[in-house]
């Protein structure tokens, strides 16, 4: 038998996460027509709670019980999501100041919240250590700051030291680690750090080895975990006090382009159930921790924004929208990608349109590199049609120029 050309491209993944009623994408139970009347304007970016509940619960399904879960906040940082997730996952893992203000304000238990990132200034090291929260050290000058910080609060900083592994995370859509990185402290001077630490007194609590973001291949994170806790053995032999913590960083992706899969948690399960029982021996005080963004909340968010004017240039569709990549740089294909690739994307108010066309969409930018689908097959739309852009619960508003060409800002609504 002939196979049809068409089904030689690579498909996106089913975005089967949200249901469809009567033609419509349904966000929180909401037909997406009705919620965009709800929130008043287009563009509007709509996170699902029962989703993010859901994707929580199938993890903490898949995963050992013993193994903490952290959401990484600054793959969205929405007040709203962060209060929501912070009474599902175990902690909190911040990047800035700013976030750790959103975190505690969130409700998130102190303890339970880290704080990692490079360039730590003094007053955010001060917020760190006022507020009790973990640490993680990327740096000697980090060090000898909390050491003056602890004596003058009178409260020794809590500690974990970001190790800039031997290693990296393969595959990864983003690289943090091995190799010269500004992440963290190098593996071969992890020992230097620990007697630094001791010397001054913090409190000292484990190890945080973050390899790498957007990984679609268990593989290649089992054997990232299985290094990081070779690696963490090795250096507990010179901590001043028992391991408590063991950050193994995250990096699970989610599949955004033609031809990807979704990450199968299985084997990085019953790898992470191995790793936990053999450390009890010897760091018996450790748990594992994992921190994640846009695992947790990125398949739980759509993009929506009104299709404005519909034009024919020398036969090609555009579908011209009030927003683009001045609230969605990701989909735009400038955060970080290296070849622009297309995001899911549908006609959110015609699910089931039979009549289809190729159609680009663009944003109201004066860039050609405002671009949200690059000739993708879509229903065919019309001004006042809806686009949702899906996967976009993850590195959207927060991530975006939204100054760009002055138009207004994006809203966010929790659903
Ligand atoms: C960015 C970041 C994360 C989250 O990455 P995701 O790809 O969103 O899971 C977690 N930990 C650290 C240290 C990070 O810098």
Same mark, same amino acid.
């Given at each position: 038998?002939l196979?049809?050309?068409?089904?030689l491209?690579?498909?996106?993944?089913?975005?089967?996460?949200?249901?469809?009623?009567d *033609?419509e994408l349904?966000?929180?139970?909401?037909?997406?027509? %009705?919620l965009a009347?709800?929130?008043?304007?287009?563009?509007?970016?709509?996170?699902?709670?029962?989703?993010?509940s859901?994707?929580?619960?199938?993890?903490?399904a898949a995963?050992?019980?013993?193994?903490?879960?952290?959401?990484?906040?600054?793959?969205?940082?929405?007040?709203?999501?962060?209060?929501? $997730?912070?009474?599902?996952?175990?902690g909190?893992?911040?990047?800035?100041?700013?976030?750790?203000?959103?975190?505690?304000?969130?409700?998130?238990?102190? %303890?339970?919240?880290?704080?990692?990132?490079?360039?730590?200034?003094?007053?955010?090291?001060?917020?760190?250590v006022a507020?009790?929260?973990?640490?993680?050290?990327e740096?000697?000058r980090e060090?000898?700051?909390?050491?003056?910080?602890?004596?003058?609060l009178?409260?020794?900083?809590? !500690?974990?030291?970001?190790?800039?592994?031997?290693?990296?995370?393969k595959?990864?859509? $983003?690289? $943090?680690?091995?190799?010269?990185?500004? /992440?963290?402290?190098?593996? *071969?001077?992890v020992?230097?750090?620990l007697?630094?630490?001791?010397?001054?007194?913090?409190?000292?609590?484990?190890?945080?080895?973050?390899?790498?973001?957007?990984?679609?291949?268990?593989?290649a994170?089992?054997?990232a &975990? &299985?290094?990081?806790?070779?690696a963490?053995r090795? /250096?507990?032999?010179?901590?001043?006090?028992?391991?408590?913590?063991?950050?193994?960083?995250?990096?699970?992706?989610?599949?955004?382009?033609?031809?990807?899969?979704?990450?199968?948690?299985?084997?990085?399960g019953?790898?992470?159930a191995?790793l936990?029982?053999?450390? %009890?021996d010897?760091?018996?005080?450790?748990?594992?921790?994992?921190e994640?963004?846009?695992? @947790?909340?990125?398949?739980?968010?759509?993009?929506?924004? %009104?299709?404005?004017?519909?034009?024919?240039?020398?036969?090609?569709?555009?579908? !011209?929208?009030d927003?683009? @990549?001045?609230h969605h740089?990701?989909?735009?294909g400038?955060?970080g &990608?290296?070849?622009?690739?297309n995001?899911p994307?549908a006609i959110?108010n015609?699910?089931?349109?039979?009549?289809?066309?190729?159609a680009?969409?663009v944003?109201?930018?004066?860039?050609?590199?405002?671009l @949200?689908?690059?000739?993708? *097959?879509?229903?065919?739309a019309e001004p006042?049609?809806?686009?949702?852009?899906?996967?976009s619960?993850?590195?959207? !508003?927060s991530?975006?120029?939204?100054a760009?060409l002055?138009?207004?800002?994006?809203? *966010?609504?929790?659903?």
């Amino acid at each position: 038998m002939l196979m049809s050309a068409e089904k030689l491209v690579p498909a996106h993944a089913p975005m089967n996460q949200f249901a469809v009623v009567d *033609e419509e994408l349904s966000v929180g139970g909401l037909p997406l027509s %009705r919620l965009a009347a709800r929130v008043g304007r287009t563009p509007f970016y709509a996170y699902d709670r029962g989703l993010l509940s859901a994707r929580v619960a199938a993890l903490r399904a898949a995963l050992p019980p013993a193994v903490k879960l952290h959401y990484a906040m600054k793959a969205n940082p929405m007040p709203a999501l962060v209060c929501h $997730m912070a009474a599902l996952v175990d902690g909190i893992d911040v990047a800035s100041g700013g976030e750790l203000k959103v975190a505690l304000d969130a409700g998130a238990d102190a %303890r339970e919240i880290s704080f990692a990132g490079p360039g730590k200034s003094l007053g955010e090291l001060r917020q760190a250590v006022a507020a009790g929260i973990l640490v993680n050290v990327e740096s000697f000058r980090e060090i000898g700051e909390l050491a003056t910080i602890s004596q003058d609060l009178g409260l020794p900083a809590r !500690v974990a030291v970001r190790v800039n592994p031997d290693f990296e995370l393969k595959s990864s859509g $983003m690289k $943090m680690g091995g190799g010269p990185k500004q /992440f963290g402290i190098d593996a *071969e001077r992890v020992p230097e750090a620990l007697a630094e630490i001791g010397r001054n007194g913090l409190a000292f609590e484990g190890f945080h080895l973050f390899a790498g973001s957007q990984n679609l291949k268990a593989e290649a994170i089992v054997e990232a &975990q &299985q290094k990081s806790v070779a690696a963490a053995r090795r /250096f507990a032999e010179h901590a001043p006090t028992p391991v408590r913590f063991l950050n193994l960083g995250g990096g699970f992706g989610i599949p955004y382009f033609p031809g990807e899969q979704r990450l199968d948690l299985a084997p990085i399960g019953a790898n992470l159930a191995e790793l936990a029982g053999s450390i %009890r021996d010897d760091l018996p005080e450790a748990s594992i921790v994992i921190e994640l963004g846009r695992y @947790l909340v990125g398949e739980a968010g759509i993009y929506v924004t %009104r299709v404005v004017d519909r034009k024919i240039s020398r036969g090609q569709v555009f579908l !011209v929208t009030d927003g683009g @990549l001045n609230h969605h740089l990701s989909a735009s294909g400038n955060f970080g &990608q290296v070849i622009r690739k297309n995001y899911p994307v549908a006609i959110g108010n015609r699910m089931d349109g039979a009549a289809r066309e190729t159609a680009s969409v663009v944003g109201p930018l004066c860039t050609p590199l405002d671009l @949200l689908a690059d000739k993708m *097959e879509l229903a065919k739309a019309e001004p006042g049609d809806l686009v949702a852009v899906f996967q976009s619960g993850a590195y959207g !508003v927060s991530a975006s120029p939204q100054a760009f060409l002055g138009h207004p800002a994006v809203t *966010e609504v929790l659903v």
